[in-house]
């Protein structure tokens, strides 16, 4: 059992760790050859430019200017400028509201720290029943401020339940007045949001098809009966997954292509050259310009001759459209209602922002799908108990006394002072953060087999995933199998009546591993966080590597977005570590503060700077978080029962009976009043923002607007910045004189500043591109379709 001194050691290195984290980062960011790694968002907002443009050569490299060496750390005033409203124009709502749920649990835990240290320490310390037990069980200086330490039937449990109430209380309140005004946060963006595409569309699912009718016919047949007046067009969806295939072969050589003719404008003396053969180690020596245009061109007849074969088979096309409306009323009325008396037929859901929507899942067939969820289910399962395998491991590293009673022959090593300390208060926090790094990734993998449309969507599964797989191995398993190592020997050697009590007194003696827990992870892996070490390394040996074009220099650069995944359900588990020792163990709740206001600080600093949203979701993630507290509400309460049913405390243990029932008739009360604002569009709103585009913009011709927002990749093709628009829904027309007739009012094609560009969705900003951008650039499309040019 680790003791005070092991907590120490652990505390120094991760404390000495995350300073050298910072100072690697505060010098780091400065030099001139790694601004894009620490400030990409500038960049693809067009707010920043390159400082290595000008200058001498060294100065491309190193800051030569040594007043900022003095100023090194004004990043972090820097991160605290910037207010809320305009973190949500810079970086969206998500942005914004993740940011939000940093500063709830400093308002939560900021009070419960303070009275918890004030009144709960003193109260576990004077009771000193763990100074009997100490030759029955193993105990170390922080149990005896636990509650362990308080004598069976003890009047001072009494004192516990009082607290366990207050702080419940509390978090209740917080979360009310969190979840009220993100949800005010939430209908007041959508409210002021530009004209999207989004808003006017829902996406239909198993669709039948008509006899005697294509699906394209089926589906306009049925919106034009069903709703008449508010029916505009739809955008049927082909299975272009071979297509896609294509494409990205193509794009590779367009790289390849592009980068020896700049080679060639940068050194028109000598034209380049490669050998023909395969991998260009082998074969005749040709003209790299010629063999790329060449090679280019016979893909583009091999893209032709696959696109004419998709369109010509009516097998291609999915039973999904994407149905568009005249109003925004009118789809909300079609997106929130049943459409057929047979419920599993005509699926509506508001449809995804296009460049939230997962191509590769539209062709599963739905009725796939809940195949596919129960096989995926299963295998959440399997692999969350696999998992418990290393992490018993990990808790027999965070135990070594009670290891040596069952294996004494390790003890000559074991007991080595430094190697102790390190073993107990560094080693197991750090072995779990490995086991759990390619967790994410393989959680992400299985989501996107259960087959949803929404990356969003697919990052909220992968994270409830992570999150059970959080509460049951991390938070349980490490409790379970740390308490079975620990108290091995008393299980051996006592009476199994009193097996019971052991296990009631030893579970809050895991709160020294969690301590070391949240120093690993909280303290040194926020700090790694902002170092952006792996982007680092990774877009340095890209630029030395693979960099053939400024399009590359880009993408080498690219940042993506807050990795949701991980980072939600770590947060969670933080939420229900304090509370859960908030009353069980105190002095854990210091550094749990600690992680908080740190990593605050962190995200807010890399969601400025760093972090690019692949999409907005408006905060559709904040029912879950709010859940998840509630979740962790529930357990402390009821591990606190068990606890003090183990202390024999018979009079005061029903006291907390009630404590669930109130916790979950507030939870009821929650999501009745604030849910539906995450899952349902008010029709008064829509209706008010309808009646606002008539008043404004009575001649806007919504057909041409969204008509193209939906469009499947493979109908997108481009004769360098000339458009040519391929039209699926029913009412087809001429290509070139359709886009004259129906260009957007001057206001929507307008340039949007940097920071509203990646939002754009209306008229040419949205449908036009330069010669060096990708398809996935100009539309944000599945990336898999870059390259793809005029054939």
Same mark, same amino acid.
């Given at each position: 059992?680790?003791?005070?001194?092991?907590?120490?050691?652990?505390?120094?290195?991760?404390?000495?760790?995350?300073?050298?984290?910072?100072?690697?980062?505060?010098?780091?960011?400065?030099?001139?050859?790694?601004?894009?790694?620490?400030?990409?968002?500038?960049?693809?907002?067009?707010?920043?430019?390159?400082?290595?443009?000008?200058?001498?050569?060294?100065?491309?490299?190193?800051?030569?200017?040594?007043?900022?060496?003095?100023?090194?750390?004004?990043?972090?005033?820097?991160?605290?400028?910037?207010?809320?409203?305009?973190?949500?124009?810079?970086?969206?709502?998500?942005?914004?509201?993740?940011?939000?749920?940093?500063?709830?649990?400093?308002?939560?835990?900021?009070?419960?720290?303070?009275?918890?240290?004030?009144?709960?320490?003193?109260?576990?310390?004077?009771?000193?029943?763990?100074?009997?037990?100490?030759?029955?069980?193993?105990?170390?200086?922080?149990?005896?401020?636990?509650?362990?330490?308080?004598?069976?039937?003890?009047?001072?449990?009494?004192?516990?339940?009082?607290?366990?109430?207050?702080?419940?209380?509390?978090?209740?309140?917080?979360?009310?007045?969190?979840?009220?005004?993100?949800?005010?946060?939430?209908?007041?963006?959508?409210?002021?949001?530009?004209?999207?595409?989004?808003?006017?569309?829902?996406?239909?699912?198993?669709?039948?098809?008509?006899?005697?009718?294509?699906?394209?016919?089926?589906?306009?047949?049925?919106?034009?009966?069903?709703?008449?007046?508010?029916?505009?067009?739809?955008?049927?969806?082909?299975?272009?997954?071979?297509?896609?295939?294509?494409?990205?072969?193509?794009?590779?050589?367009?790289?390849?292509?592009?980068?020896?003719?700049?080679?060639?404008?940068?050194?028109?003396?000598?034209?380049?050259?490669?050998?023909?053969?395969?991998?260009?180690?082998?074969?005749?020596?040709?003209?790299?310009?010629?063999?790329?245009?060449?090679?280019?061109?016979?893909?583009?007849?091999?893209?032709?001759?696959?696109?004419?074969?998709?369109?010509?088979?009516?097998?291609?096309?999915?039973?999904?459209?994407?149905?568009?409306?005249?109003?925004?009323?009118?789809?909300?009325?079609?997106?929130?209602?049943?459409?057929?008396?047979?419920?599993?037929?005509?699926?509506?859901?508001?449809?995804?922002?296009?460049?939230?929507?997962?191509?590769?899942?539209?062709?599963?067939?739905?009725?796939?799908?809940?195949?596919?969820?129960?096989?995926?289910?299963?295998?959440?399962?399997?692999?969350?108990?696999?998992?418990?395998?290393?992490?018993?491991?990990?808790?027999?590293?965070?135990?070594?006394?009670?290891?040596?009673?069952?294996?004494?022959?390790?003890?000559?090593?074991?007991?080595?002072?430094?190697?102790?300390?390190?073993?107990?208060?560094?080693?197991?926090?750090?072995?779990?953060?490995?086991?759990?790094?390619?967790?994410?990734?393989?959680?992400?993998?299985?989501?996107?087999?259960?087959?949803?449309? %929404?990356?969003?969507?697919? *990052?909220?599964?992968?994270?409830?995933?992570?999150?059970? @797989?959080? !509460?049951? #191995?991390? /938070? +349980?398993?490490?409790?379970?199998?740390?308490?079975?190592?620990?108290?091995?020997?008393?299980?051996?050697?006592?009476?199994?009546?009193?097996?019971?009590?052991?296990?009631?007194?030893?579970?809050?003696?895991?709160?020294?591993?969690?301590?070391?827990?949240?120093?690993?992870?909280?303290? %040194?892996?926020?700090?790694? *966080?902002?170092?952006?070490?792996?982007?680092?390394?990774? @877009?340095? !040996?890209? #630029?030395? /590597? +693979?960099?053939?074009?400024?399009?590359?220099?880009?993408?080498?650069?690219?940042?993506?977005?807050?990795?949701?995944?991980?980072?939600?359900?770590?947060?969670?588990?933080?939420?229900?570590?304090?509370?859960?020792?908030?009353?069980?163990?105190?002095?854990?709740?210091?550094?749990?503060?600690?992680?908080?206001?740190?990593?605050?600080?962190?995200?807010?600093?890399?969601?400025?700077?760093?972090?690019?949203?692949?999409?907005?979701?408006?905060?559709?993630?904040?029912?879950?978080?709010?859940?998840?507290?509630?979740?962790?509400?529930?357990?402390?309460?009821?591990?606190?029962?068990?606890?003090?049913?183990?202390?024999?405390?018979?009079?005061?243990?029903?006291?907390?009976?009630?404590?669930?029932?109130?916790?979950?008739?507030?939870?009821?009360?929650?999501?009745?009043?604030?849910?539906?604002?995450?899952?349902?569009?008010?029709?008064?709103?829509?209706?008010?923002?309808?009646?606002?585009?008539?008043?404004?913009?009575?001649?806007?011709?919504?057909?041409?607007?969204?008509?193209?927002?939906?469009?499947?990749?493979?109908?997108?093709?481009?004769?360098?910045?000339?458009?040519?628009?391929?039209?699926?829904?029913?009412?087809?027309?001429?290509?070139?004189?359709?886009?004259?007739?129906?260009?957007?009012?001057?206001?929507?094609?307008?340039?949007?500043?940097?920071?509203?560009?990646?939002?754009?969705?209306?008229?040419?900003?949205?449908?036009?591109?330069?010669?060096?951008?990708?398809?996935?650039?100009?539309?944000?499309?599945?990336?898999?379709?870059?390259?793809?040019?005029?054939?």
């Amino acid at each position: 059992m680790a003791t005070l001194g092991d907590i120490g050691v652990s505390a120094l290195i991760n404390i000495l760790t995350a300073f050298a984290f910072l100072l690697a980062f505060a010098l780091l960011r400065i030099q001139p050859i790694n601004d894009r790694v620490y400030f990409p968002k500038w960049y693809i907002n067009g707010g920043r430019t390159s400082p290595r443009r000008g200058g001498n050569f060294v100065a491309k490299f190193v800051n030569l200017n040594c007043m900022t060496y003095l100023t090194f750390l004004n990043w972090m005033p820097q991160a605290l400028k910037m207010s809320e409203t305009e973190i949500i124009n810079h970086a969206g709502l998500d942005s914004a509201v993740f940011l939000r749920i940093y500063t709830l649990g400093v308002k939560i835990f900021v009070p419960i720290t303070v009275v918890a240290l004030l009144i709960l320490i003193p109260v576990n310390v004077s009771s000193g029943t763990l100074f009997f037990l100490r030759k029955e069980l193993v105990v170390s200086d922080i149990d005896k401020l636990s509650i362990s330490n308080v004598r069976t039937e003890s009047i001072r449990f009494f004192v516990h339940i009082g607290l366990e109430y207050l702080f419940t209380i509390w978090i209740c309140y917080m979360l009310y007045k969190e979840y009220d005004n993100v949800a005010r946060m939430r209908l007041h963006f959508l409210a002021s949001q530009r004209r999207r595409a989004e808003q006017f569309t829902v996406v239909v699912r198993n669709m039948p098809q008509m006899s005697g009718h294509s699906i394209s016919d089926s589906v306009d047949h049925f919106f034009k009966t069903n709703h008449p007046d508010h029916y505009l067009c739809h955008q049927a969806v082909y299975n272009a997954n071979k297509f896609a295939k294509l494409v990205r072969k193509r794009d590779r050589l367009q790289n390849w292509l592009d980068y020896n003719q700049l080679k060639f404008e940068r050194h028109p003396e000598k034209r380049p050259t490669k050998k023909a053969g395969f991998l260009g180690l082998w074969g005749e020596r040709v003209d790299s310009i010629d063999f790329y245009k060449h090679q280019v061109k016979e893909f583009d007849k091999k893209m032709a001759l696959e696109r004419q074969k998709v369109l010509k088979d009516p097998k291609s096309i999915l039973p999904v459209a994407f149905v568009s409306f005249k109003s925004r009323w009118g789809a909300a009325v079609c997106a929130q209602t049943q459409q057929s008396k047979n419920p599993t037929l005509w699926l509506t859901n508001w449809a995804p922002e296009p460049r939230d929507v997962y191509w590769r899942n539209l062709a599963i067939p739905f009725v796939s799908l809940t195949i596919r969820k129960l096989i995926i289910s299963l295998s959440v399962f399997a692999l969350v108990f696999f998992y418990m395998i290393p992490i018993a491991f990990v808790q027999s590293l965070a135990n070594l006394e009670g290891l040596e009673r069952v294996a004494p022959f390790l003890r000559p090593v074991i007991e080595l002072k430094f190697i102790k300390s390190f073993l107990q208060g560094f080693l197991p926090g750090l072995a779990l953060k490995i086991f759990l790094y390619i967790l994410p990734t393989i959680l992400m993998i299985m989501s996107k087999i259960e087959g949803h449309i %929404a990356l969003s969507t697919l *990052e909220r599964r992968a994270s409830a995933k992570y999150y059970y @797989f959080m !509460l049951v #191995n991390v /938070f +349980l398993g490490s409790i379970v199998t740390g308490t079975a190592f620990e108290q091995l020997h008393s299980f051996l050697h006592q009476s199994p009546t009193q097996i019971p009590r052991t296990i009631g007194v030893s579970i809050p003696m895991k709160a020294t591993f969690f301590i070391t827990y949240i120093m690993v992870d909280g303290w %040194a892996g926020i700090a790694s *966080e902002i170092l952006r070490l792996k982007p680092l390394v990774i @877009f340095h !040996l890209k #630029n030395m /590597f +693979l960099v053939k074009t400024e399009r590359d220099r880009e993408k080498a650069m690219d940042p993506g977005s807050v990795d949701y995944p991980e980072t939600l359900p770590s947060l969670q588990l933080y939420f229900l570590l304090g509370i859960v020792y908030a009353v069980v163990t105190p002095i854990l709740l210091p550094f749990i503060l600690v992680f908080f206001a740190f990593a605050y600080l962190v995200y807010r600093h890399q969601i400025i700077n760093v972090y690019n949203p692949q999409y907005e979701s408006g905060a559709a993630f904040w029912p879950h978080v709010h859940s998840r507290i509630i979740a962790s509400l529930l357990i402390s309460q009821l591990l606190l029962m068990g606890l003090l049913s183990t202390k024999k405390a018979a009079n005061s243990t029903p006291l907390l009976v009630i404590l669930p029932i109130l916790t979950l008739a507030f939870h009821k009360y929650c999501k009745n009043r604030f849910e539906p604002a995450f899952r349902k569009y008010p029709l008064e709103e829509a209706m008010a923002k309808d009646i606002m585009d008539r008043t404004t913009e009575p001649d806007l011709n919504l057909k041409a607007f969204l008509a193209d927002a939906y469009l499947h990749p493979i109908f997108r093709t481009f004769e360098e910045e000339e458009l040519v628009e391929v039209r699926v829904d029913k009412v087809r027309v001429d290509r070139q004189q359709s886009y004259a007739d129906n260009a957007p009012t001057s206001d929507l094609s307008s340039p949007s500043p940097p920071h509203e560009q990646s939002h754009d969705l209306q008229g040419t900003n949205m449908l036009r591109r330069s010669p060096n951008q990708t398809l996935s650039d100009s539309f944000n499309l599945p990336p898999e379709f870059n390259g793809l040019l005029s054939l």
